[in-house]
C-alpha cells in the first residue's frame, strides 16, 4: 500500500470469479463504505455492487478507458472520498492494476488492494479436484497464449510451461483454443492429459467439462466457448487420480503440535519418507 500523500483513497476490491457471495467481506465492507463505485458490467454481477450506500456514484467501467477513471481518482483524492475500484476475480492476475497504481502515485492519492477469488480456483473447487497431489503435481503455472493482442515476455510460452508436466491454468485463451491444444501437446502433455473447462465458473450458467486434451479443442468448438473461459490442464486432475497420502497428516509424521507414532514412523521411513517436519517433509 502507498504512503497517504493526500486525501481520499482508492482500493482495488477482487469480487472474485462472479457468485455475488464468493466475494470477501472485506471487499464487501469496502463497497459498501465507498463513496465512488466503479465497476465492469461485462465481468462483474450487479449483486456484487448491490449493496453500496445510498448516495453513492457508480461508474460503469465497462467501456471506460484509464483517461476516462483519471477523473474520478482526482475528484477522490481533492474531496476525501473513497473509491471501491472492482475488479473480476483476484486484482492482482490480469488486473491492469500496475498501471492505476502509478496512476495513483502521480495523482498523491493513496491506495490498496484487496484479494479475490480467482477463476483458476473456483473452477477448482467446482470441478473438486485437487491442484496439487503428492507425486503427481505440485506445482501449478499460471498463464496465458502467446501471439493474442498483448504481447508476452519473450521466454514465456505455453509450449514450454507444458515441458513442466504440472497443473496449467490458462487465461484468455480461449479464443484460440486449436493453437492452444496444440502448444500443450508439443511441450510434452500426453494426449489423455485430464483438462477441465470452466465457462462462466460460479454464475448462474456456470458450464463445467471434462475431456482429454487432444479434444480441447473440438469441444470449445461444440460449445462456442471463446471468452470467459479458464482452462485447466494436467494429471492431477484426473476424476480418479491416484491419491498418495500427504505425510503430513499421516500418524507417523511428527512436527510441533503433534507425536509421531513410533510405529507409523517406522513404516514411513522404510518408504524413504521424511518424518520429522525440522528436515524437509515429503508432502
Same mark, same amino acid.
Given at each position: 500500500m502507498s504512503v497517504p500523500t493526500a486525501q481520499g483513497?482508492?482500493?482495488?476490491?477482487?469480487?472474485? %470469479?462472479?457468485? &455475488?457471495d464468493l466475494i470477501t467481506v472485506r471487499g464487501s465492507r469496502v463497497i459498501a463504505a465507498a463513496d465512488i463505485v466503479i465497476w465492469a458490467s461485462s465481468l462483474v454481477a450487479p449483486e456484487i455492487v448491490a449493496g453500496h450506500k445510498p448516495g453513492a456514484v457508480l461508474v460503469d467501467s465497462a $467501456?471506460? $478507458?484509464l483517461?476516462?477513471?483519471? &477523473? =474520478?481518482y482526482e475528484r477522490a483524492r481533492d474531496e476525501g472520498l473513497l473509491v471501491a475500484r472492482v475488479h473480476t476475480g483476484d486484482p492482482a492476475i490480469y488486473g491492469a492494476t500496475a498501471e492505476q497504481r502509478q496512476l495513483c502515485?502521480? =495523482?498523491?492519492?493513496?491506495?490498496? $488492494?484487496? %484479494?479475490?477469488?480467482?477463476?483458476?480456483?473456483?473452477?477448482?473447487?467446482a470441478a473438486e479436484v485437487e491442484i496439487t497431489l503428492p507425486e503427481v503435481a505440485q506445482s501449478l503455472i499460471l498463464t496465458r497464449l502467446e501471439g493474442g493482442r498483448t504481447p508476452m515476455p519473450p521466454k514465456e510460452s505455453v509450449r514450454e510451461f507444458a515441458r513442466h508436466g504440472t497443473t496449467m491454468a490458462l487465461y484468455l485463451s480461449a479464443a484460440r483454443n486449436k493453437v492452444l491444444q496444440d502448444e500443450?501437446?508439443?511441450?510434452?502433455y500426453p494426449p @489423455?492429459? &485430464?483438462?477441465?473447462?470452466?465457462?462462466?465458473?460460479?454464475?448462474?450458467?456456470?458450464?463445467? =467439462?471434462?475431456?482429454?486434451? @487432444?479434444?480441447? $479443442?473440438?469441444?470449445? +468448438?461444440?460449445? +462456442?466457448?471463446?471468452k470467459h473461459t479458464v482452462i485447466l490442464v494436467g494429471p492431477a486432475l484426473?476424476?480418479? &487420480?491416484?491419491?498418495?497420502?500427504?505425510?503430513?497428516?499421516?500418524?507417523?509424521?511428527?512436527?510441533?503440535?503433534?507425536a509421531a507414532d513410533p510405529d507409523a514412523a517406522l513404516a514411513l521411513a522404510e518408504h524413504g519418507a521424511v518424518v520429522d517436519e525440522t528436515r524437509t517433509a515429503t508432502s
Open positions: 483513497k482508492v482500493v482495488f476490491v477482487g469480487a472474485g %470469479p462472479g457468485a &455475488p $467501456s471506460a $478507458s483517461e476516462d477513471i483519471t &477523473p =474520478l502515485d502521480r =495523482l498523491g492519492i493513496a491506495y490498496e $488492494s484487496i %484479494p479475490g477469488v480467482s477463476a483458476f480456483s473456483a473452477c477448482a473447487a500443450l501437446l508439443a511441450g510434452g @489423455d492429459t &485430464p483438462v477441465i473447462i470452466g465457462h462462466r465458473v460460479s454464475w448462474p450458467d456456470q458450464v463445467l =467439462l471434462r475431456c482429454r486434451l @487432444d479434444e480441447l $479443442s473440438a469441444t470449445m +468448438k461444440d460449445h +462456442k466457448f471463446w484426473a476424476a480418479t &487420480p491416484m491419491v498418495k497420502r500427504s505425510h503430513l497428516y499421516h500418524p507417523g509424521f511428527r512436527h510441533e503440535y503433534r
